[in-house]
């Protein structure tokens, strides 16, 4: 590439905050190095030595684009950082990794393993280049833990948001998962809701599917049915500068969704009396959505009639979701947005969401 073009580049890209990059996912060996002596022995005993997440599948072209995958940008931060960074100016990433900490049954072991991946980011990750945030992986297995594992890292101004995956064991608006959110709320947290699953239940309402293909396009439902938990149990009216975020979802599915959510709340509104509002309103204050991968029709036009749908400039959040392949090189927008509502993408969204993302 010509300095010339980097220059572009860069002043087109300069300031962003990429939401969702993507450390690659550590080997269980590689944690046992942050863990106590009784779990570095479980997890010996055990033979826990690699746990891969079909969530990505690791040889699948959409995983890593095959020159990262060749150069180890997704496994070094100075590497993602030339990738993304470096090359486009950005401010800030948040780094979200996957490893797959909600698969474990053991809800004491996912809190060991999910103490040992934060600190294995914020040491190998976050040390490293000062415009790197990060997410704290919680083990939701155990609403206590991940309490915990919050009040830990609170004082660590690096980390941003909470993570959890959009599929487990229970929608999460139950009030078991509250003290989760009260104790986010507390600390200035930022909800993370990635695409994943613990794959201890099926990703569809009508049981396993055959094929990864059919997997990555029900993520949209999970997605469907957390929102319409979160509001209708009460979630937002219970702590209302709560911020939830979206990440892989898509984006083209929620106008119709909130559509339908809110026309039948008018029907059974009786039934959620703290739902005092069209949830369609709530939404639009509390959930936020990355842009990649991004599903929305192609060309301008219809851009612009999606973004109306959507009736918020403010809902959308830039990601790369570096290295998957959905990360779309130096086309990471969707063409047609006006210059001001890209602006408010890029940066001023994020750090109207992330409130710990100003402090530091």
Not at 11 to 38: F, Q, S
Not at 45 to 55: C, D, K, L, M
Not at 290 to 310: K, N, S, V, Y
Not at 317 to 345: C, E, N
Request: glycine share 6%.
């Amino acid at each position: 590439m010509s300095q010339d073009s980097s220059q572009d580049l860069r002043k087109d890209w300069a300031g962003a905050i990429d939401c969702d990059l993507h450390p690659r996912m550590p080997t269980a060996r590689a944690l046992r190095a942050y863990m106590d002596e009784h779990w570095r022995h479980i997890a010996e005993v055990r033979g826990i030595n690699a746990w891969e997440s079909i969530a990505y599948p690791p040889n699948a072209p959409l995983t890593v684009r095959p020159d990262w995958r060749a150069g180890g940008a997704d496994a070094d931060p100075v590497k993602a950082a030339q990738a993304t960074l470096d090359r486009f100016g950005f401010a800030h990433a948040i780094c979200n990794c996957l490893f797959p900490v909600q698969a474990f049954r053991d809800e004491n072991l996912a809190a060991a393993f999910a103490r040992a991946l934060n600190d294995w980011l914020a040491e190998e990750w976050l040390a490293r280049d000062a415009r790197l945030r990060g997410s704290v992986v919680l083990p939701m297995q155990s609403p206590e833990r991940a309490v915990e594992e919050i009040e830990r890292r609170a004082g660590d101004r690096r980390f941003v948001q909470v993570l959890m995956l959009v599929f487990g064991e229970r929608p999460l608006g139950k009030s078991a998962y509250w003290p989760v959110y009260a104790a986010a709320e507390r600390h200035g947290f930022t909800v993370g809701i990635h695409a994943g699953s613990s794959y201890h239940l099926p990703v569809t309402g009508s049981g396993w599917p055959t094929y990864y293909l059919e997997d990555y396009a029900a993520q949209a439902l999970g997605f469907q049915t957390q929102v319409g938990s979160l509001v209708s149990e009460g979630v937002f009216a219970k702590f209302p500068q709560l911020k939830v975020v979206l990440m892989e979802s898509g984006v083209a599915w929620l106008p119709p969704y909130l559509w339908r959510l809110s026309k039948f709340w008018r029907g059974v509104r009786i039934e959620v009396p703290w739902v005092d509002r069209p949830p369609d309103e709530i939404v639009r204050q509390h959930v936020r959505l990355t842009t990649q991968p991004f599903d929305g029709p192609p060309g301008a036009a219809h851009i612009g009639r999606l973004m109306d749908q959507l009736q918020s400039d403010e809902m959308l959040l830039f990601a790369t979701d570096f290295p998957h392949w959905q990360y779309d090189g130096d086309d990471m927008l969707p063409s047609g947005l006006a210059p001001d509502v890209r602006r408010k993408i890029l940066a001023d969204n994020a750090l109207a969401t992330y409130p710990r993302l100003s402090e530091t």
